[in-house]
Structures are given as structure tokens and as C-alpha cells.
């Protein structure tokens, strides 16, 4: 079983590859953290993941994000199967 903190480290990890604002080493390493208890909290849930992360993009982060784009839309969906597949 993964233990919360390997779950939130690795996590953590895909979120930085995602990087969506772009955001420069060293404060990549925990740009994204306080998102990453939402996220836990709906991974198995691929709907409710989906959402968040759409919501996060749009209405916290501020990035432009079109969920009918079809690049947006599968940036997205390979996050989550990253998430889902840990």
C-alpha cells in the first residue's frame, strides 16, 4: 500500500512535468502543492478529477484553457491517467 506522503511526492512529481503557468526551477518544487489534497482526495473518481483540475486551470490558476480545445482537453486527460495510475 502507498503511504499518503509517497502518493502526495509522487503527485507532486507529475504536477511539475505538467507545469501549466510555467513556472521556473527552484520554486517548481512546490508550486502545485496545496493542490495536491484535492486531487487525492478525487483520484478515483475521474469525473470529479476532471473538473477540479479544469476548475483550478481557469478560475485559480488564470491560464487559458478550452475545455472544447482538443490540445487542452488531452494536456488534461493525460494528467489524469498519470494520477489514476499510480
Known amino acids: ?10 503527485i ?12 521556473p526551477e527552484p520554486a517548481l ?3 502545485y502543492t496545496s493542490y495536491i489534497p ?3 482526495e478525487k483520484k478515483n ?3 470529479k478529477l ?3 483540475l479544469e476548475d483550478l486551470l481557469v ?3 488564470g491560464v487559458e484553457y478550452n475545455p472544447n480545445k482538443k490540445q487542452h482537453k488531452q494536456d488534461v486527460l493525460k494528467v489524469i491517467e498519470k494520477i489514476r495510475n499510480l
Open 59 to 61: 478560475n485559480v490558476i
Open 38 to 40: 484535492q486531487i487525492l
Open 50 to 52: 476532471l473538473e477540479y
Open 12 to 23: 507532486n512529481k507529475i504536477l511539475k512535468e505538467w507545469n501549466p503557468i510555467g513556472v
Open 29 to 31: 518544487s512546490d508550486e
Open 1 to 10: 500500500m502507498v503511504t499518503y506522503k509517497r502518493e502526495f511526492q509522487r
Open 45 to 47: 473518481d475521474e469525473k
